[in-house]
């Protein structure tokens, strides 16, 4: 009698417990994404220019419609060159930090990072070939990237499976010479190319949001949310496989066709944001980490939450990158390894 | 960062591979001491006759003072006069090749800082070629280069000539634009990314002696990026494009944020050779000539 | 029910199994035995459809196995095999909620509904865990791991149990109490269970029927009575054996004799 009643509230709070993770993830989720709002109003307040904060908070609030005492070129700044950046910024890192724990998840691995496993090496070659040979098409720079992207992830997969399977380390083997490789392919390109072009495609190389394009942008939104979208859909899927092909098999989940799914979304948002963007590093590692960390290893959580939290962490460091030497300018993938890179070396040691 | 330690140890291995022995003496025995434009002093033979330039503007001076034909190297860029076109190619600025320039067995090898060769430099030096760095920040410094070029290919009669006429025309300029209201210019370099001349940029100091004003002209550095709204807060009167050239059709248009400008609605957007403005030698005049058409056209009517 | 019919096994040129056939029936647990690389292990892989059959059929209700999509199968053979990858933080509770993955809706976005949950906490109960369903599995011991893995495999509520060594490195009292879990399956919810395992003894005192592999090949297939006899284990793993019966049981009592003690 006694263990009875001892074991009745016990298993109350584990039900509720469980349950609770559909209301907690709406209800983080919610709030990252009301964060992520104030946030981007917020950082349109900074910049090179000083803008009144009034009328800036007006113009956004009405979208430019309303009259809001902001001068043409202020409306100009705010409307047709902050506020694109910003968005830009915040889908490149929803992007990267939605394909980071997936990729995380699917490869069993917590360092797998786009930019780690020379994915971002793979979009960023596929771009620049794009850029050599097919400058003249719109659609050319993304679709290459993603290509790029698709390819890399299959090679680095193929050669960090062995006989015995994929190990961590392996994996993260496979990445670096995947990398390397690629690297020294944009190396040789480069060299080929003109001496103006090549200083805009080293800025662009280490993540850059300022030179981007309308559809671009278009582009990076559209496919941030859908893919986002179609890998939390698969995060249960995902939540089977981080403890291990097998046994995700025998517990129902198609792996192969699952895999497929989480490369094809993963690569076409690395694509899009490096044909966005370039390469901006860490974010896929450092973003998941701690959503992790604070949150908990559900990945219908992670995923969303994840990418939410991305956006924030590179809206932030693109802040930073473009006003701490204003009107100059720095790359904001600079920043992001600045945090990034301690943390992979902490995390690495911390096995 | 990664790309750059590639390229590091690309480099490396190229040194490696230029630093083995040689028993390569200069065929000079006589030997005269001599100041460059960074004030490093370096030993050279009483006549120098085998040349490297690993620079275009340098290419362009040897030539104006007329010791080109003792040019026996030069680089990929190097397309002016059309005789450097022949010269043997010891690679492009950036990436020289050290066996090749070492073959061509030169005295002096020409560079400008521009390049960022340090690590070159030692090499060269380590292999006994002189290493003459040019430096000019300025048209003065072009001026400079010029005078301290000529004393050492001993060709100054032939350099009094050409820098009589060169101040002249640059006085003529000044002279011309000395009462108009400087021009608010901005210089675009890349449009995107968005890349102008900064207050340590040779370009600069053209703008203010062709009558105009860069709205650039204080941010530091040479070549700095710049930020986009700041561009459209400058409100330029006029845009200087650099195209044409050696750049081919690149650089041709304006960068979005510079659309609203008064530049671009009074069409005053000038695309200027970028090669007359990217070079500092001879030809520099000729571009402040087209600058200061371009910013005060009611002066050469 | 759950069956092969005569089914082969090759990777690549190297026959794994070899004309094996074997029957798995609501209510009896089946024990299969065998010296290592006898082909058990490929065994269950290729009931469950995870290894593919050169020769032969897998029969699951009556109808080929491959007829049935993944989580078709998974709702009706559960598999215990290797222990869990534990990089990353996954609750207890949130494990076992694994095994109810092939009833989800489509799309598998689908969040566990309170079905699940309330089986997710009998299976809780049923292995003891239920006081550390809030805990990591990584803080878990190996034996409390083993348990986790075990209530998983029984939240798939599958009609057909293959575990694959679900005793191994659990100390006396953990593996007769795992062995005790299946049977009372076995018995109350009449599941059909099919246990690998090295250890003889517990294979008399829990199964139905024993199936002793060797080399890929069927050695032998009966009651326990039948299977565990000197001469057929003497031939499996080539090693003296004694055995009598169970003193409190009845069940045939396997006890290996080393030259060292003097044989008999």
Known sequence: MMTVAIEEPQSQITFQGARMTLRKTLVVCSLLLLGLLVLIVLMSLLGSETLPVGGSICAIGTLGRGDCGLTSDQSLILLNIRLPRILLGASVGASLAAAGASYQALLRNPLAEPYLLGISNGAAVGTMLALVFLGSFEWARPLMAFSGALLATLLVYRLAHGRTGATPERLILAGVIVTTFLSSVIVFVTTLMDATRIRSFTFWLLGDLSGTTNELLVIAIVVAVLCTSVLAANARSLNLLMLGERDAFDLGVEVSRVRLIVFVAASLLVGSSVAASGSVGYVGLVVPHLVRLSLGGDNRMTVPAAAISGAVFVVVADTIARTVIAPRELPVGAITAIIGAPLFIYLLKRG | ?301 | MLEARNVTVKYGSRLAVSDVSLRLTPGELTAVVGPNGAGKSTMVRTLNGGLKATAGEIILADKSLHRYSRSQIARRIAVVAQEADLRFPVTVLEFVLGGRFAWAGKGAWGWETAGDLECAQRVLRDTDLENMSKRLLSELSGGERQRAVLARALATEAGNLLLDEPTANLDLAHQAAILALVRSRCDRDRAAALVVTHDMNLASEFADHILLMKDGATLAYGGPAEVLTPKLLGQAFAIEVLVDAHPISGVPRITPVHKALGGL
């Open chain 2, 1 to 301: 960062m990664r790309l750059n330690r590639t390229y590091l140890i690309a480099l490396l291995l190229v040194c490696v591979v230029g630093c083995a022995p040689r028993n390569y003496q200069p065929g000079n025995a006589q030997l005269r001491q001599f100041k460059d434009e960074a004030g490093r002093t370096l030993s050279v033979p009483a006549r120098v006759d085998r040349l490297v330039s690993l620079a275009p503007n340098l290419t362009e001076i040897v030539y104006a003072i007329g010791a080109g034909d003792r040019l026996v190297g030069n680089t990929t860029y190097c397309d002016y006069p059309a005789q450097a076109r022949q010269v043997e190619k010891i690679g492009d600025t950036l990436h020289p090749s050290i066996e090749r320039i070492i073959a061509l067995r030169p005295q002096v090898v020409l560079v400008s800082t521009a390049s960022q060769l340090e690590a070159f430099t030692k090499q060269l030096n380590d292999q006994g070629i002189a290493v003459y760095v040019s430096d000019p920040h300025d048209l003065d410094g072009v001026f400079h280069s010029i005078a301290s070029l000529s004393e050492l290919l001993n060709q100054s009669s032939a350099a009094q000539t050409l820098l009589t006429d060169l101040r002249a025309r640059t006085n003529a300029v000044e002279n011309a634009v000395k009462s108009a209201a400087p021009v608010a210019v901005f210089y675009q370099v890349s449009a995107q990314p968005l890349y102008t001349a900064g207050r340590d940029s040779f370009v600069t100091d053209l703008i203010r002696r062709a009558g105009g004003k860069s709205v650039t002209a204080e941010v530091p550095g040479a070549w700095p990026k710049f930020s986009a709204e700041s561009a459209l807060a400058a409100r330029p009167e006029t845009i200087i494009l650099p195209t044409g050239g050696s750049l081919g059709d690149t650089n041709s248009f304006v960068a979005d944020p510079l659309k609203s400008s008064p530049a671009v609605t009074n069409g005053r957007v000038y695309k200027i050779n970028a090669d007359h403005l990217s070079r500092p030698g001879p030809r520099s005049i000729t571009g402040l000539e087209e600058m200061a058409r371009s910013l005060h056209p009611e002066l050469y009517k």
